[in-house]
């Protein structure tokens, strides 16, 4: 496992192919300055410029998204129309990376010239203010989120995200084909990245391919498989939140397995505690079977549901029976 790293800045071009990736919920259209695609965004916040654009640039933050909506816009529209242009420049000669108008608003020819002059992008889109800055700051969220990365297998095990991690050759590819063989889902093979985001309750983690480079992986003996093609794209996911981490290693007579299952066991990453399981590897041991069913039990844990608790109980009832007729 890396060290969290710095999510570096994104182009404005990238934030169109997000769009488009997402089905258009956007619906970003480039008005002007199309030649500033390359400019970057370094930060998921972003400004409604109304102080800027009145004059007042105090503590104003040029570098983010500037956001310009029916109160910005009708401001420029009448700054235009009487000739007053003087803070309109100013705003626009801070090296602003964007400019994203809502509500799909006229814009006047004189931002568009001077937005095009200074390669700022001009985004429009039909949303509102409110909804635009709502679905921009989920993306961005996800776009400059922390993440680490692991050498580790992904799979998604009725919508429980589970990381395999184990030493190489102790079967961590061919584990995840044989439960993507059983109906589970090919999230990515060798490296994963693991991003926290927040969520309604606080952070989750999110894991997904470190490089999307396809639904391939690596079987010792057999080469590279495109599992798309063995078992169709319905069992390909993008990502998943992380929920169970599975440790594989050889079996070790010494080792003190848990056998039970009572005390749960936890590692934390990014400062969230994740449930582990270890399964010892040996020869005979169905391990994809093993992981699913170890899968399957951490979603009766979170129903609250433990089986091992259950057989404790009802271990402790027979005994209390047997004490009371042996009175």
Same mark, same amino acid.
């Given at each position: 496992?890396?060290?969290?790293?710095?999510?570096?800045?994104?182009?404005?071009?990238?934030?169109?192919?997000?769009d488009?990736?997402?089905?258009?919920p956007?619906?970003? $259209?480039?008005? *002007?300055?199309?030649?500033?695609?390359?400019?970057? !965004?370094?930060?998921?916040?972003?400004?409604?410029?109304?102080?800027?654009?009145?004059?007042?640039?105090?503590?104003?933050s040029?570098?983010?998204?500037?956001?310009?909506?029916?109160?910005e816009? *009708?401001?420029i529209?009448?700054?235009?129309?009487?000739?007053?242009?003087a803070?309109?420049?100013?705003?626009?000669?801070?090296?602003?990376?964007?400019?994203?108008?809502?509500?799909?608003l006229?814009? @006047?020819?004189?931002?568009?010239? *001077?937005?095009?002059r200074r390669?700022?992008?001009?985004?429009?889109t039909?949303?509102?203010?409110?909804?635009f800055i709502?679905?921009?700051?989920?993306?961005?969220?996800?776009?400059f989120?922390?993440?680490? $990365?692991?050498?580790? /297998?992904?799979?998604?095990?009725?919508?429980i995200?589970?990381? !395999?991690? #184990?030493q190489? #050759?102790?079967?961590?590819?061919?584990?995840?084909l044989?439960?993507?063989?059983?109906?589970h889902?090919?999230i990515? /093979?060798?490296?994963?990245?693991?991003?926290?985001?927040?969520? *309604?309750k606080?952070?989750?983690?999110?894991?997904?391919?470190?490089?999307?480079?396809?639904?391939?992986?690596e079987?010792? #003996?057999?080469?590279?498989?495109?599992?798309?093609?063995?078992?169709?794209?319905?069992?390909?996911?993008?990502?998943?939140?992380?929920?169970l981490?599975?440790?594989?290693?050889?079996?070790?007579?010494?080792?003190?397995?848990?056998?039970?299952?009572?005390?749960?066991?936890?590692?934390q990453?990014?400062?969230?505690?994740? @449930?582990? =399981?270890?399964? @010892?590897?040996?020869? #005979?041991?169905n391990?994809?079977l093993?992981?699913?069913?170890?899968?399957?039990?951490?979603?009766?844990?979170?129903?609250?549901?433990?089986?091992?608790?259950?057989?404790?109980?009802?271990?402790?009832?027979?005994?209390?029976?047997?004490? =009371?007729?042996?009175?």
């Amino acid at each position: 496992m890396t060290e969290s790293q710095n999510p570096s800045p994104i182009r404005i071009s990238r934030l169109l192919e997000i769009d488009e990736e997402q089905g258009f919920p956007i619906g970003f $259209t480039v008005v *002007a300055g199309g030649d500033g695609l390359t400019n970057e !965004i370094a930060s998921e916040e972003f400004n409604r410029p109304g102080l800027p654009l009145a004059g007042f640039f105090e503590e104003f933050s040029p570098k983010r998204i500037q956001i310009l909506g029916k109160g910005e816009m *009708a401001y420029i529209a009448r700054a235009v129309e009487e000739g007053n242009t003087a803070n309109i420049d100013r705003f626009l000669d801070h090296d602003i990376p964007v400019c994203v108008v809502t509500y799909d608003l006229f814009v @006047p020819q004189y931002v568009l010239d *001077a937005c095009s002059r200074r390669s700022i992008p001009l985004l429009r889109t039909r949303l509102s203010s409110k909804r635009f800055i709502s679905l921009i700051t989920m993306i961005l969220s996800d776009v400059f989120a922390p993440y680490i $990365t692991m050498h580790a /297998d992904y799979v998604s095990i009725h919508n429980i995200g589970v990381l !395999i991690t #184990g030493q190489s #050759g102790i079967g961590k590819s061919e584990s995840v084909l044989g439960l993507v063989e059983r109906g589970h889902k090919f999230i990515c /093979d060798d490296i994963v990245r693991i991003k926290k985001v927040r969520a *309604a309750k606080g952070f989750e983690l999110i894991g997904e391919p470190y490089v999307n480079y396809g639904p391939f992986i690596e079987i010792r #003996g057999i080469g590279i498989i495109n599992v798309s093609q063995y078992f169709g794209e319905g069992r390909i996911l993008g990502q998943e939140k992380l929920g169970l981490i599975i440790e594989l290693h050889e079996w070790d007579q010494s080792y003190n397995y848990d056998r039970v299952g009572i005390e749960e066991t936890y590692r934390q990453v990014m400062g969230i505690d994740v @449930p582990v =399981k270890q399964i @010892p590897v040996s020869s #005979g041991r169905n391990i994809p079977l093993l992981i699913e069913v170890a899968a399957y039990r951490e979603i009766m844990r979170r129903l609250g549901y433990n089986s091992a608790e259950d057989l404790d109980r009802k271990i402790i009832t027979m005994m209390r029976q047997e004490r =009371k007729q042996n009175d």
